[in-house]
């Protein structure tokens, strides 16, 4: 199975927060490495490799969100164009001139984001982004009448925009944050599947993180795993970014360190990192909150978690890009982790 192929899949297929449904299937069919597979009412996708040796053995849960941004149709205007408010933290600035696909009720419809020509702004205009109710959609409906044939009110947009190759192993595309990390979860589960390993590994796609890490309360609430694993995207260096906010690309995920970070779990994933010679980078957190690593930690009586970071550069926009190789390096750092765990080092995690 070629992971980075399912991840250009992912990338590619619409998922907006609390629509993510269309790629439960794609994930099932790229993870065969997994023993059981199945979704809570919520809709994340739980992908079960189970350990060996005798029960109970540890429980290790792995999250990542499947979900992406989107936008939503809020008016339909007499003219026929499409007026639209976001779903999650779209960055406005980059959304004038996108092609979109408008997922009506007959089906999915290509249209464009215009506003205002800079020609005929007023003055003090042009040196402005455009504002969000300035913007609208344009699928060439001929008015309102014909437009409400295909559209509705509520139906969902997303960003029209195929993945491509940059130099090397790297990658630019929508919906990286947080597919990247889904893929991590496959190249780990591959990496499983040729080494042995005590704790039964559950591999959760979570939904709905963009708009409340809510996936990731519900099915960490259901799993009940002694520790947990949150996979996000992080900052990528890019010019204009001071260096200590950012992690390198091409030098391995960023492994967290911060209050939503267990100091045992921190300090072994350093250790294997080092042992089984994986680049990383350390990436400090004092502000933990906006991941799924917030939401593994306080479910039910508390859980041990750690984050790692996949490094990506222009995070929220349509262009987000990374180095393929830090995905593949994330997988590995954490089949190895997996692969050491016993039941001594998960009853040590109750003390510091």
Not at 286 to 292: I, R
């Given at each position: 199975m070629d992971v980075k192929q399912v991840f250009r899949t992912l990338s590619e297929a619409p998922g907006v927060s609390g629509y993510e449904h269309n790629l439960v299937e794609l994930i099932k069919q790229g993870c065969p490495w997994a023993d059981e597979v199945r979704t809570d009412k919520l809709g994340n996708l739980i992908m079960l490799k189970r350990g060996q040796g005798p029960e109970p053995r540890p429980k290790v849960m792995l999250a990542a969100h499947m979900d992406e941004i989107g936008l939503i149709i809020t008016d339909i205007e007499k003219e026929g164009f499409l007026r639209f408010s976001t779903i999650g933290g779209f960055d406005q600035?980059?959304?004038?001139?996108?092609?979109v696909v408008v997922h009506g009720r007959q089906?999915?419809?290509?249209?464009?984001?215009?506003?205002?020509?800079?020609?005929?702004?007023?003055?003090?205009?042009?040196?402005?982004?455009?504002?969000?109710?300035?913007l609208f959609i344009d699928a060439g409906f001929a008015g309102r009448e014909e437009a409400e044939q295909f559209v509705q009110i509520g139906d969902l947009v997303t960003i029209k925009r195929p993945v491509t190759e940059?130099?090397?192993?790297?990658?630019?595309?929508?919906?990286?944050?947080d597919r990247a990390g889904v893929a991590a979860i496959l190249e780990c589960f591959q990496v499983l599947s040729t080494v042995a390993h005590q704790a039964d590994v559950y591999g959760v796609a979570t939904v709905q993180e963009e708009v409340g890490l809510r996936g990731a309360v519900t099915s960490t609430y259901g799993i009940v795993p002694d520790i947990g694993i949150a996979i996000d995207v992080g900052f990528?260096?890019?010019p204009g970014l001071p260096e200590t906010d950012t992690i390198?690309?091409?030098?391995?995920?960023g492994i967290a360190i911060g209050p939503h970070v267990h100091p045992k779990l921190h300090n072994r994933m350093v250790e294997v990192a080092k042992e089984w010679n994986i680049s990383y980078s350390l990436d400090p957190s004092?502000?933990?909150?906006?991941?799924?690593a917030y939401a593994?930690?306080?479910?039910?009586a508390g859980v041990a978690t750690i984050l790692l970071s996949i490094p990506l550069r222009y995070m929220h926009t349509p262009v987000e890009t990374l180095d393929y190789q830090d995905i593949k390096s994330t997988g590995r750092l954490m089949a190895m982790f997996i692969a050491g765990l016993d039941h001594e080092f998960v009853e040590g995690l109750t003390c510091f």
């Open positions: 600035r980059v959304l004038l001139a996108q092609e089906g999915a419809l290509s249209g464009v984001i215009g506003a205002k020509p800079p020609h005929i702004q007023a003055p003090g205009e042009q040196s402005k982004a455009v504002k969000m109710e300035d940059l130099q090397g192993s790297f990658l630019a595309g929508k919906a990286f944050d990528g260096d890019s390198k690309l091409s030098q391995g995920p004092p502000y933990p909150g906006g991941t799924d593994m930690q306080v479910a039910r």
